[in-house]
């Protein structure tokens, strides 16, 4: 399997530009740098680098229960799941991170597998909260956005899970996206059904809300 070199970052320039560092962004989305929320407290010097970049513990508890529900559930001759924050390249001047993205092994092929960003769509990616500043009013809109290029790209099924709401929504090419409460029955691929609401109630884990 032939190992190509990495893909420059599309950001060098535009980072220079914002005098921002570029271990800040975590996304970049038409040529535009989306920074880590909290990046203001970092560069005001009330947080390290380290302090914005980690997941909570309940974000990392639920991607937990998602990987092994997918190891448990899907054939893994026919699906591979990778998780990590994967970079994917889904158009000129737009990388996004995901937290957990399902592929058909027919289209990430072993070929495929490099030291790049994928360039080819996932079947499924799940989100679990959103990790950018939205400070901006351009920002606010950001899921939905991110969302729609992700299907433009080939993804079938785009998941997201928000921790502070306890919702979760799907959204499919040419349907409604569906909004749910997360204690409802969600299907994954193949009929296979995970309810994180009824998890988190199994292992007693509360999650408060502010409403």
């Known amino acids: 399997m032939m190992?190509?070199?990495?893909?420059?970052r599309i950001t060098s320039t535009l980072v220079k530009n914002n005098n921002i560092p570029e271990a800040?962004?975590?996304?970049?989305m038409d040529?535009?740098?989306?920074?880590?929320?909290?990046?203001?407290?970092?560069l005001n010097k009330k947080k390290s680098l380290d302090d914005i970049m980690?997941?909570?513990?309940?974000?990392?508890?639920?991607?937990?229960y998602l990987l092994r529900f997918i190891f448990k559930n899907l054939n893994e001759k026919k699906y591979l799941s990778l998780t990590n924050e994967l970079g994917?390249?889904?158009?000129k001047k737009t990388n996004f991170s995901g937290d957990i993205n399902i592929f058909d092994r027919l289209i990430l092929t072993s070929e495929k597998i490099n030291k790049n960003y994928s360039d080819v769509p996932p079947l499924i990616v799940c989100e679990v909260d959103s990790k950018i500043?939205?400070?901006?009013?351009?920002?606010?809109?950001?899921?939905?956005?991110?969302?729609?290029?992700?299907?433009?790209?080939g993804v079938e099924k785009v998941?997201?899970?928000?921790?502070?709401?306890?919702?979760?929504m799907i959204a499919q090419k040419d349907t409604d996206w569906l909004t749910k409460d997360w204690n409802q029955d969600i299907e994954l691929l193949d009929g296979h059904l995970f309810n994180i609401g009824k998890y988190l109630e199994d292992e007693g884990v509360k999650v408060e809300t502010n409403f």
């Open 3 to 8: 190992i190509k070199e990495p893909k420059k």
């Open 54 to 64: 980690g997941s909570s513990t309940l974000q990392s508890f639920i991607i937990n």
């Open 133 to 153: 500043d939205i400070s901006n009013n351009k920002d606010l809109d950001y899921v939905n956005i991110k969302t729609q290029k992700l299907l433009n790209f």
């Open 159 to 168: 998941i997201w899970i928000f921790s502070e709401s306890q919702k979760v």
């Open 31 to 42: 040529g535009q740098p989306l920074y880590y929320k909290g990046y203001k407290d970092v």
């Open 88 to 91: 994917l390249h889904v158009g």
């Open 24 to 28: 800040l962004i975590y996304e970049v």
